[in-house]
């Protein structure tokens, strides 16, 4: 029996699929080609991969502290046990993402295969994956390093490349010569002709003692710094913090130019795996047009769209009508706070937009008018001088923090469950139609005693009404 456990390496940001990704809720928590996010669909292809000899542990997860709830009720909503979540304190790339993983999986004295991918990628063949994915397991099982090698369909500029020894490879694990930066175009096409080469995708396969091996032959730095982060470490239930200061101190750099790269011609058996499962990582919008669905004119649509006379469109409208009238090669993303417009060529400069928004300090930046928070979500409705509206929903059994502010009032109405209403010494329990008034500077607390969802209408007043205008006495979530 191999013992294998799932690795999602759950950061980045995804700025080029904004307004849709954003900040405070990244690409990999969004629903771009189905019922799942690309982190649910990620979690079920590595928790079926159905071989009896492979007993598959519960995934572990690297992301960062703002997603943590986010990503545990994701898991939640699709079945998936969550084996642990690894919280950097700051972005630090993959290599020591993936060696806070290893010492968690070698931490109850076990020695599984790791499967790592990242969490924002789509596969559209599932039993195709797993095949593959079986195949690299079982080299790895032998100390092999494995790469997944997605088979290439077109001269693509953007991605690494990995070229085998072999170039018929026919399936089977191939001994990997050479790794190779993006190309041009030109040399992109030979590539193709060529044959023996392969796109590099960030999906790894190899067992965790073997990766901190290869780590300390090429990065004892990367090692060190991280093992010493992983010695501070707190735990909070299935929530795993490295030192927050000895973490920011590691170097930074990624898998491939830690190690990977490194390997060939070393003592170190690295091994590629052919993957031709449909595979995409989604990086900009025009990508997101390749996989979706289409008309017999090109067009791509999400959501509520009218489109006459165009051709080769994307469309994802959120919440309103978005029609079109005589419009070729364009993505249209609406959001309730923003929409992108943008020619198809040129979807990689939209973190151009983000990059201006953030300078600028928007707060379309980082998050949604519909916020996501661990005990449930608010959707600011509107907002003038002195006033804003907010819609909240709180899971059941679920509270905010007890709380204050100083700049502001607020009053509660109730349209669906059951309130639970600290307001100063007072603890009251509201209904539907019923309401309540926090007076500014007063302590207080929203809970959900109920079973069902609640729904509250908060209309806040005062002289600032910014989300940090909180000084908080208690919270569940161990947030400041």
Known sequence: MIKVTPVILCGGSGTRLWPLSRAGFPKQFLCLNGQESLFQQAAQRLSNLGEVDLKIASPLIVTGEDHRFLAAEQLREVDIELGAAL???????????????????????????????????????????????????????????????????????????????????????????????????????????????????????????????????????????????????????????????????????????????????????????????????????????????????????????????????????????????????????????????????????????????????REEYALHRKVHRPWGWYDSLDEGGRFKVKRIQVKPKASLSLQKHHHRAEHWIVVKGTAEITNGDNVILLTENQSTYIPLGEVHRLANPGTIPLEIIEVQSGSYLGEDDIVRFEDTYGRQ
């Open 87 to 361: 919280l950097e304190p700051t972005g630090r790339n993959t290599a020591p993402a993936l060696t806070l993983a290893a010492l968690a999986a070698m931490a109850s004295g076990d020695d599984p295969v790791l499967v790592v991918t990242p969490a924002d990628q789509m596969v559209t063949d599932a039993v195709a994956f797993a095949s593959a994915t079986q195949s690299a397991i079982r080299e790895a099982a032998n100390e092999a390093i494995v790469i997944l090698g997605v088979t290439p369909d077109r001269p693509e500029t953007g991605y690494g490349y990995i070229q085998i020894h072999n170039a018929n490879a026919n399936g089977s694990a191939q001994v990997v010569k050479r790794f190779v930066e993006k190309p041009d175009e030109e040399t992109a096409e030979s590539y193709l002709i060529e044959g023996g080469y392969y796109w590099n995708a960030g999906m790894f396969v190899l067992k965790a003692s073997v990766w901190l091996k290869a780590l300390e032959q090429f990065r004892s730095d990367i090692l060190d710094a991280t093992y010493l982060a992983w010695t501070q470490r707190t735990v909070d239930a299935q929530f795993i913090r490295p030192g927050r200061d000895e973490f920011a101190k590691i170097p930074s750099d990624s898998v491939d130019y830690a190690v990977m790269e490194c390997c060939p011609g070393s003592r170190f058996d690295i091994k590629m795996v052919p993957l031709d499962a449909g595979w995409s990582d989604l990086g900009a919008w025009d990508a997101v047009w390749k996989v979706l669905p289409k008309d017999e004119f090109g067009n791509a649509h999400v959501g509520d769209v009218l489109a006459i006379d165009s051709h080769n469109t994307l469309v994802h409208a959120t919440s309103r009508l978005v029609s079109l009238v005589g419009i070729d090669d364009v993505i249209v993303v609406e959001t309730p706070d923003a929409v992108l417009v943008v020619n198809q060529s040129r979807s990689q400069d939209v973190k151009r937009v983000v990059n201006a928004l953030g300078q600028k300090k």
